[in-house]
């Protein structure tokens, strides 16, 4: 099994930067993606920044230009850099080790999942 652990959560200011980080841990796959989610309070949960296993990354729209996505494949660590942070980021951040979907805004649908970390922005 898969198991995946976040960190680096918590609150900060508009403007202001935080990173999170996903260890993961179990049998890896070849064809895969590491996807970070979020989930806001009465929303759906969506899809942020995702890597493949050649190091190609996509975001989402809302979020393109002021996060980004990386991996240390040596040590199976997967990082959300998040820069100028607003108050619509605050939400609970989810990394998933997944499959690629080009359906998905991210091309990452994920399969196993982290048990989250909050992120507030005020």
């Known amino acids: 099994d898969v198991q995946l652990v976040e960190s680096g959560g918590g609150s900060v200011q508009p403007g202001g930067s935080l990173r999170l980080v996903c260890t993961a841990s179990?049998?890896?796959?070849?064809?895969?993606?590491m996807g970070w989610f979020r989930q806001a309070p009465g929303q759906e949960r969506e899809g942020v920044g995702s890597?493949?296993?050649?190091?190609?990354?996509r975001y989402a729209d809302s979020v393109k230009g002021r996060f980004t996505v990386s991996q240390d494949v040596a040590t199976d660590t997967f990082y959300l850099q998040m820069d100028s942070l607003e108050p619509d980021d605050t939400a609970v951040y989810y990394c998933?080790?997944?499959?690629?979907?080009?359906?998905?805004?991210?091309?990452?649908?994920?399969?196993?999942w982290g048990q989250g970390t909050q992120v507030t922005v005020s």
């Open positions: 998933a080790r997944g499959s690629i979907d080009y359906r998905s805004p991210i091309a990452c649908v994920g399969v196993n």
């Open positions: 179990g049998h890896m796959y070849k064809s895969y993606c």
């Open positions: 890597v493949d296993g050649d190091g190609r990354t």
